[in-house]
């Protein structure tokens, strides 16, 4: 893509300044954005524009476009859909070329809003300007705390992953969510009926965009599918492209219909083009996420071979049958060299395989250490068990748990280069405790199996990245 | 099953007096356990046994078995496992005919370990003896507190499912867990090696069991595979039974050899016997635990109709995918009853279909409570989502959110013969508080996939018992 195009995007998260159009002093959208934008440092270069004039919360309210002082670079436009025709010649004349629609009443909702937003389309090609929306709560950006919807604290906390998102709600409520995961975020955008700017310019964007290196995307159907393909094919030679599509049945279809007016399509076309572009699909929202944390934080692993070290046999086997079935090889035993060096300090009763169950032998962080060294494995998964009644007991004897588990942060260190994750089951306590200990390089899920599934996705984009490259 | 079985279960469950074979002052099992049971208000009914004597948090210490005074009728055994053999005949001896062999070191450890356990059940059979194990952490019965292993105190609250676990880590960390869903046991058992005691009677014994509603079953492998099937199959006319099944891949199948000594056969002919008789298969420890707590709560549908009412339009489209990718129906419209009341409310923009997006409408509730009462939906989804700076603000201003999701208990009410559940998506404040407002007649998810399919693993289920009823 031009230059010009990137720059064009970069204005939405990198404004001068902000106008918008339908600040209100009473609860709603229209009082939050500039309450969150003002909180958030921007109340220079924020201007504030309604008809009826007056102040919020001490910010002066222009009552037309013409009346603000600028310099500003876009507009948030949340004022019912039909007065939205008429209002963008009017920022423009202000050099104002971008803006954000949030307001709802366009395509989705039948015919005479499609007429709309034909209408709406047309002036901004007339006018040479770019829309985010409309029904969307536009951007965030974590890095100069610009966000275009009310947005938690939690949700500003910098990190590398970025979102594409069709539906307002859905991208503020995975916001919410995230940081509960250790997720963090560079960018987000939701583009609701994509009137102009598509999930494939935001594509291309997230790609130059030195702060993102994963992107996340939920779609309902393709703005253009040709083109999606292409820009897929060459997002993935460098960032990890993770979608999640609805519209798998034609009912879910329907509902995406009259949701952001999308088209979805057939969707094994979808599951052709993502295979065959390196994206990765998630089968639901809940490994969308997960996913999301493995390749935020993980290298892409050498190969495919699956080491598990654990204190309970049945999440071993549990997590042995899910790799397997999502194309991870958990081979037999780890390597003689690592055999030997358990068997040293093993009892009897343990078998030295893998999974590695280090069953009450006392010998986790050993078996961890070495399984983390072996050379026979790609990538570990270290699935920590303890009754809580004993946690709490430990606990209040003050026996410290690393002496058992290890320190699982230096441990992970030992094979920087492997993708390694800790799974917990059991109480909400030890899961805190285990995150702890494990710190940021090992993220802890609490499934065996979702956690083997994101590390058959990180394998099978490293398998993918490696292939096209030659 | 004769009366005569049942009891012979019954006596782990509920027995007279309890010896514990291997009891210590310093930490581990052999003072967990008596600490624990001391604790629960069997302190009378404990007898300790240590060649050592002695004292234990002030109850006597017996030196041999011979020395126990009596009454008892259960004995749980914590020694090495080489000491087992001459100590059954011991018990039998003092009238103890049911044992609970904690300790590891049999079968799950290759060949010496196979003949002891061999040794050890012939003795067993020569005495007229019944054990659980070994290898196992034994029972736990919510009903009189009793727990042979170290338990939270979260996992004695009473509840309507019961559980049959092998590995004794596994049901341990499950009784960890459950309380966070909202999920309560009436028993539980870890069964080990199943030197003796076996899932089937187990079912059968569950199955007569006034307190258990529901089963809960993680199985490695069957002990007898024809003998399973035709048990699952008189339970399942009555109760449901949930069954997560590892050893689905070769690998698995090896990892489960060398941890309870199970051989787990090849997957489809488990497929084939549970859907032939009504057992209903999880798909993943989470499946297990979500399934439970709709099993646990939910009427049976009549049918396999659901209708969703939702805040967000792409969460409503994934979970209408989900559905229909599970076997559920999701009709286009609810009734035209519903339609008519909804209209009358609804704004232009809003499109009164299934699933029903009220988006910004305000009209959650009254969507909600159409939807219960609507004649052409089996089953209720209500998605709720907040943004969750609007729910702070809201909390904040002292605003009650009951005005905009509605009274949920109350409007839950309005059909309770129809399942229904709620999903959050966000922050988990706002879980928490939804799980507050729903009730335990409601269960709030935070996975739109997962609720659905649980839904329709309950539409699986009450379809077989009608056919199989016929």
Same mark, same amino acid.
């Given at each position: ?144 705390? $610009? =966000? ?13 992953? !970025? &979102?594409? *998102?069709? #539906? ?94 999308? $088209? =979805? ?13 390196? !994206? &990765?699909? *998630?089968? #639901? ?110 606990? !209040? ?74």
């Amino acid at each position: 893509m031009k230059n010009e195009k990137i720059n064009d995007i970069e204005t939405f998260f990198n404004p001068q300044g902000i106008v918008i159009i339908g600040a209100r002093s009473s609860p709603g959208f229209g009082y939050g954005i500039p309450m969150n934008l003002k909180e958030k440092g921007w109340e220079d270069r924020l201007f504030l524009v309604n008809p009826k004039g007056g102040q919020i919360d001490g910010m002066h309210v222009y009552e037309k476009v013409a009346d603000v002082p600028g310099p500003a670079s876009l507009a948030i436009i949340i004022i019912p859909a039909q007065g939205i025709p008429e209002l963008l010649p009017q920022l423009r004349e202000k050099g104002i070329r971008h803006v954000i629609i949030e307001s709802a009443g366009f395509a989705e909702t039948g015919d005479s809003g499609k007429a709309l937003q034909d209408e709406t389309y047309n002036i901004l090609k007339k006018h040479g300007m770019r829309a985010i929306g409309p029904n969307c709560v536009g951007i965030v950006n974590t890095d100069n705390k $610009l =966000s275009t919807t009310e947005t938690i604290q939690e949700a500003y906390i910098p990190g590398n992953t !970025a &979102i594409i *998102a069709q #539906s307002g709600v859905f991208g503020n409520i995975l916001l919410d969510k995230l940081h509960l995961f250790g997720l963090y975020i560079s960018k987000a955008v939701t583009l609701g009926n994509r009137i102009d700017v598509s999930e494939i310019e935001m594509l291309d964007y997230f790609h130059k965009d030195p702060l993102t290196n994963v992107i996340m995307m939920y779609l309902e159907g393709a703005s253009n599918g040709r083109l999606l393909a292409k820009t897929l094919y060459t997002v993935t030679r460098d960032k990890p492209v993770l979608i999640l599509k609805s519209g798998r049945t034609s009912q879910g279809q329907t509902a995406t219909a009259s949701h952001t007016g999308s $088209l =979805s399509g057939e969707d094994f076309l979808y599951d052709g083009m993502f295979s065959q572009t390196g !994206a &990765i699909r *998630a089968e #639901s929202l809940d490994c969308l996420v997960e996913f999301a944390r493995v390749f935020s934080s993980q290298p892409l692993p050498k190969g495919p071979r699956l080491g598990i070290v654990t204190g309970s046999g049945s999440l071993g086997a549990l997590a042995t049958d899910a790799a397997v079935l999502s194309g991870l090889e958990v081979p037999s035993h780890p390597s003689t060299a690592t055999i030997n060096e358990i068997k040293k300090l093993a009892p009897n009763w343990m078998n030295v395989k893998n999974p590695l169950d280090v069953g009450p032998s006392g010998l986790f962080k050993e078996a961890l250490g070495a399984m983390m060294k072996d050379t026979d494995t790609d990538m570990v998964l270290a699935i920590l068990t303890i009754p809580h009644a004993v946690f709490r007991n430990f606990q !209040a004897l003050g026996i410290d748990l690393r002496d058992w588990f290890g320190e699982l942060k230096t441990i992970r260190k030992l094979a920087p280069e492997k993708p390694a994750l800790a799974c917990v089951v059991g109480h909400q306590e030890f899961l805190y405790y285990a995150t702890e200990i494990a710190g940021p390089d090992m993220p802890v899920f609490t499934s065996p199996e979702m956690s083997v599934k994101a590390l058959a996705a990180l394998w099978q984009y490293g398998n993918w990245k490696t292939k096209v490259k030659k």
